[in-house]
């Protein structure tokens, strides 16, 4: 008879204890709950689970403790964290601590119980490995599903050197994901060297990337080193890598492949130990198929894709983000930080932000030296967000919508999406149709344009026949 697994469910909270007990007792899995970490850090001298699920935020020993006793005693075991605190501070020292995953709160019960039968796999498979990382965390605030995402990729390339192709709109912070991937790696003791490619004039491109000798070209009075040779053992971040010129193309590709290069105008190889990582807000597949970008090199930068979504898909996130860029300005200012009235707060967060993260951040800027009280009220703000933009085209709004969603897909390395947008647009149309004809099937399949047998399967192979007739 097959040993039955045994999970441990530590968190304050008696309702999440309660939920996850239930729900794993109904898969089959034995359950032995704690209200605080130190009860089963004490435990663990004498009985070991095959599975922890904690908190991290709790009275007495934090889950991140327990995690490291967990490491130090029984690393065999591995552990789920599930936490209200969904930033990247505990999501990285999560997955430093070693947790196998990281589950922000609220999470859907069945999710938690499919990771710890994961986890059971995998134990049983091989066991489970540590994940560490280093140094300060730059400020990334996100509680939205798609940087959960982002903290969860950040903690989990904690050990690597691998290169990594940030993409994304302008302004959605992609200098700061690259500054935690560098401070959370083995290279966080190196430099960190920024370059915009697309700020840099052509002409003057290759000389900043790989330096110059004296003499190399006219006004080169000496010799000088390029960021290569700067972020020497550290990091190179390339933003806007998709405007480089073909040229360069291939000299960045050969440095990727063997770490040397030549300075401008020099006869003697250099080598460098360099992890980059780049960046771009255009589509480098495209850009590919159009003959415009590599396609080897496209392959050597996108080891591991990181998606940041534009501000729109993560509008949870901006009432935070304003609370956190209006107290950054007043500091930067030395003024008492101003406070957005709610029906302000609100109205913010149904704009549609084109700039992003750095639209909202230099809105508050404004905020802070141009509102004349300390209360912030609609009339307060800059002419050109008192009042939503005009969406234009509703037509063109979805379509651009579904183009963000497809291109989100695509960075996750995701597959089969035709299928699942597919199905997913099909069931939108259908269930609009029903609730707009009472339920009535031969009236919705009129609106719809299809024959009443054709909605009739469809509403099968969605599982919508329930309630319609």
């Not at 239930?22 to 663990?44: C, M, N, P, Q, Y």
Request: net charge positive.
């Amino acid at each position: 008879m097959a040993k039955q697994s045994h999970v441990w469910v530590i968190d304050d909270d008696r309702s999440i204890r309660w939920v996850l007990e239930k729900a794993l007792e109904r898969g089959g899995i034995s359950v032995r709950t704690f209200a605080s970490a130190d009860g089963a850090r004490d435990l663990l001298e004498r009985e070991r689970p095959d599975v922890i699920v904690t908190d991290i935020r709790m009275p007495g020993a934090s889950g991140l403790e327990l995690l490291e006793a967990i490491n130090a005693k029984a690393p065999e075991i591995p552990v789920i964290v599930i936490t209200a605190h969904t930033n990247l501070d505990s999501a990285v020292a999560s997955y430093r601590g070693g947790a196998f995953e990281y589950l922000p709160k609220p999470f859907d019960v069945d999710k938690a119980v499919g990771l710890v039968r994961r986890a059971l796999e995998q134990r049983k498979e091989r066991g489970i490995s540590a994940i560490a990382g280093h140094g300060a965390v730059p400020e990334i605030i996100g509680e939205a599903p798609a940087m959960q995402n982002v903290f969860r990729a950040i903690g989990r390339l904690s050990k690597a050197h691998f290169s990594v192709l940030i993409s994304g709109a302008s302004g959605t912070g992609k200098e700061l994901v690259a500054r935690a991937l560098h401070n959370h790696s083995p290279r966080a003791r190196g430099p960190f060297v920024v370059i915009n490619t697309a700020a840099v004039p052509r002409e003057l491109l290759e000389s900043e990337l790989f330096g110059h000798e004296r003499g190399a070209f006219t006004g080169a009075q000496t010799q000088r080193k390029g960021r290569f040779e700067q972020a020497n053992g550290g990091t190179l971040f390339l933003d806007e890598i998709g405007d480089m010129s073909a040229a360069l193309q291939t000299r960045l590709l050969r440095v990727l492949a063997d770490g040397r290069f030549y300075r401008l105008g020099g006869h003697t190889e250099i080598e460098t130990d360099v992890r980059v990582i780049a960046a771009t807000n255009q589509d480098l597949e495209q850009r590919v198929q159009q003959q415009r970008f590599r396609e080897d090199l496209f392959h050597r930068l996108n080891v591991i894709r990181i998606y940041l979504p534009p501000l729109r898909e993560r509008r949870e996130d901006i009432p935070a983000l304003l609370a956190h860029f209006l107290k950054k300005s007043a500091a930067e200012l030395g003024v008492q930080a101003k406070q957005l009235a709610a029906d302000t707060e609100a109205h913010l967060g149904q704009l549609p932000w084109p700039g992003n993260v750095r639209q909202l951040e230099n809105t508050c800027r404004w905020l802070t030296v141009m509102a004349p009280a300390q209360l912030i009220h609609i009339d307060d703000l800059p002419p050109d967000s008192r009042s939503p933009a005009d969406s234009g085209d509703p037509n063109q709004d979805w379509e651009q919508g579904l183009r963000d969603v497809a291109r989100q897909y695509l960075a996750r390395g995701e597959s089969a999406i035709y299928k699942d947008l597919g199905a997913r647009f099909e069931r939108i149309l259908i269930e609009a149709a029903l609730t707009h004809t009472s339920g009535r099937k031969q009236e919705a399949a009129q609106k719809l344009g299809l024959g009443r047998n054709t909605l009739t399967r469809k509403l099968k192979e969605l599982g919508l026949l329930k309630g319609s007739r």
